[in-house]
């Protein structure tokens, strides 16, 4: 069914890589325009006249509500909202709504695949046969580096939605006993707190929302309450561990092995902590996680699913009722 409103894609190459097909959303609207990518300076003027826009990470503030009294709905294509200014647009009346839980199995993979990689020490495998290691070595197998088990190991999680629930789901399927601390200001019975929680385990990883409670969560004390020779997984937000903290943990050897998606500053423009190729048994991946196809594709449904719900009156995934 096609709506009487004029929609508008700021940022479409954050989201859709050409294989991905958008054609309900786009029949949805009586005119789609989609751009690959917005600046700041064009934002206004491609909003003007629109009531939907559809955003990803382009900045939508009072101001540009403001300036279009047109927009009816923002429609986010990702979970976090913190490029919308939601108390505007809830004074300007104006609905938003944004993708919730589209990218739990590719997250949950991307985490075992972590931890995977780390506990074999695949990297360094890897780079042994490319450099000519294996080839050298006097009989048929080179275990030149220490190759662990995930059964039998601790994997304590922090943030236990949808996405922790579903790794600790893949995590026992390992053979791994799974423990579920409690973040601070949200204490719950029988969840230890992260002080309580860390010496007990022998992996830890990430998937609480980045707020001021749990910016730095993970800091210099909460690295040194944990095992020697554990692990950090964090496919969270990059604010939720002290970046130049893990860097010493990993160089001083308390840490056996860490791994990231995610970085404070992305994309990383002028550099960061974990990006020095001399430290020993850390992975860094471009906040690429999430990204499978099967993933983006569930975006595109809940944006049409989106601006149904708000056309028929009952919008869903309102984050700014």
């Given at each position: 069914m096609q709506h009487e409103l004029s929609t508008v894609f700021l940022d479409r190459a954050t989201l859709d890589l050409g294989d991905l097909d958008l054609t309900a959303l786009e029949q949805a609207c009586a005119s789609f325009t989609s751009y690959p990518r917005t600046s700041p300076q064009q934002t206004a003027e491609r909003l003007a006249g629109r009531q939907v826009v559809?955003?990803?990470?382009?900045?939508?503030?009072?101001?540009?509500?403001?300036?279009?009294?047109?927009?009816?709905?923002?429609?986010?294509?990702?979970?976090?909202?913190?490029?919308?200014?939601?108390?505007?647009?809830?004074?300007?009346?104006?609905?938003?709504?944004?993708?919730?839980?589209?990218?739990?199995?590719?997250?949950?993979?991307?985490?075992?695949?972590?931890?995977?990689?780390?506990?074999?020490?695949?990297?360094?495998?890897?780079?042994?046969?490319?450099?000519?290691?294996?080839?050298?070595s006097?009989?048929?197998?080179?275990?030149?580096?220490?190759?662990?088990?995930?059964?039998?190991?601790?994997?304590?999680?922090?943030?236990?939605?949808?996405?922790?629930?579903?790794?600790?789901?893949?995590?026992?399927?390992?053979?791994?006993?799974?423990l579920v601390g409690s973040l601070p200001g949200r204490e719950r019975s029988g969840r230890p707190a992260i002080t309580d929680l860390l010496p007990q385990i022998d992996v830890l990883?990430?998937?609480?929302?980045?707020?001021?409670?749990t910016r730095d969560l993970i800091g210099e004390a909460e690295l040194a309450l944990m095992k020697p020779g554990s692990l950090l997984i964090n496919t969270g937000r990059g604010g939720l561990v002290n970046e130049k903290a893990l860097a010493a943990a990993l160089r001083d050897g308390h840490l056996a092995g860490a791994a990231c998606d995610v970085l404070t500053v992305e994309p990383p423009v002028n550099g960061n902590p974990l990006l020095d190729n001399s430290i020993p048994n850390l992975v860094v991946t471009p906040h690429s996680a999430w990204g499978s196809r099967e993933a983006r594709q569930r975006i595109v449904g809940q944006l049409e699913a989106n601006l149904h719900s708000f056309v028929s009156g009952r919008p869903q995934r309102q984050v700014n009722p």
């Open positions: 559809i955003t990803n990470k382009v900045v939508i503030d009072r101001a540009m509500m403001q300036a279009n009294p047109h927009l009816k709905l923002i429609l986010i294509a990702a979970t976090g909202t913190n490029n919308v200014d939601l108390q505007a647009a809830r004074e300007l009346d104006i609905v938003v709504c944004n993708c919730q839980a589209y990218g739990t199995p590719a997250v949950a993979q991307h985490t075992l695949m972590l931890m995977l990689v780390l506990i074999t020490r695949f990297e360094s495998y890897r780079h042994a046969v490319r450099d000519g290691e294996w080839q050298r006097e009989q048929f197998c080179l275990l030149d580096y220490p190759i662990g088990e995930l059964a039998g190991r601790t994997l304590g999680i922090l943030g236990y939605g949808e996405l922790g629930q579903a790794v600790a789901r893949l995590a026992e399927a390992f053979g791994m006993k799974v990883s990430l998937h609480c929302p980045l707020t001021e409670q």
